[in-house]
């Protein structure tokens, strides 16, 4: 048998990093247009909570209880600020601006919040629909549906919460809690 050897030039190794969910963008100093990022996974997300948030918006849209008043402003306020955080991603604004924040911290802590509020609002808005007479019988079954596309919008911005915690956890690896059930698998 012939005994084989390798130089140090031609072993090759290789290793694996993780990378985040979002696309990286380009080091540029200025204002620059990635439509890379909505091919991502947490781009299709932000694409769909916006669609629901039309959807519900749509559903719930003359408000005639005070249940259908709370339910409209947290779709309406979370609708705003997921198109305002689409476009900082479009524009790629995170680069472009030099300020000491910690975007994915605080879009990952305003996500979360929304979906706690998408919860209890779809949840209000379904019980005034059901309890109160106050809606014409012509809206409720629209408000019933407004409150079940609030259940999956609330379920949509939990998925971009998880995307979000994720990616921050990825690019912030020495933090205080290393939970193993919500680690990347190779």
């Known amino acids: 048998m012939m005994a084989e050897t390798h130089t140090k030039s031609e072993v090759s190794t290789t290793t694996t990093t993780t990378s985040p969910t979002y696309a990286s963008p380009q080091k540029s100093s200025g204002i620059s247009l990635c439509l890379e990022y909505f091919k991502t996974g947490p781009g299709?997300?932000?694409?769909?909570?916006?669609?629901?948030?039309?959807?519900?918006?749509?559903?719930?849209a003359p408000a005639?209880?005070?249940?259908?008043?709370?339910?409209?402003?947290?779709?309406?306020t979370a609708f705003v600020s997921t198109t305002?955080?689409?476009f900082i991603y479009l524009l790629n604004l995170k680069s472009a601006i030099n300020l000491p924040i910690d975007w994915l911290l605080t879009e990952l802590i305003l996500t979360a919040i929304f979906a706690v509020l998408y919860i209890i609002a779809s949840i209000v808005q379904i019980i005034s629909t059901?309890?109160?007479?106050?809606?014409?019988?012509?809206?409720?079954?629209?408000?019933l549906l407004s409150g079940v596309f609030g259940v999956f919008n609330m379920i949509t911005y939990a998925i971009g919460s998880f995307y979000l915690y994720r990616d921050w956890k990825d690019s912030h690896p020495?933090?205080?809690?290393?939970?193993?059930?919500?680690?990347?698998?190779?």
Do not use: D, Q
Not at 50 to 59: E, H, R, Y
Not at 64 to 74: A, E, I, Q, R
Not at 130 to 143: A, C, D, E, G, T
């Open 44 to 60: 299709i997300v932000k694409l769909v909570e916006l669609f629901l948030g039309i959807l519900c918006m749509a559903c719930a």
């Open 64 to 76: 005639w209880t005070k249940g259908t008043h709370w339910f409209l402003f947290v779709v309406v």
């Open 84 to 86: 305002l955080w689409c």
């Open 130 to 143: 059901v309890k109160k007479p106050r809606p014409p019988s012509r809206l409720k079954p629209f408000y």
């Open 174 to 186: 020495h933090s205080s809690f290393s939970g193993s059930v919500l680690k990347r698998n190779p």
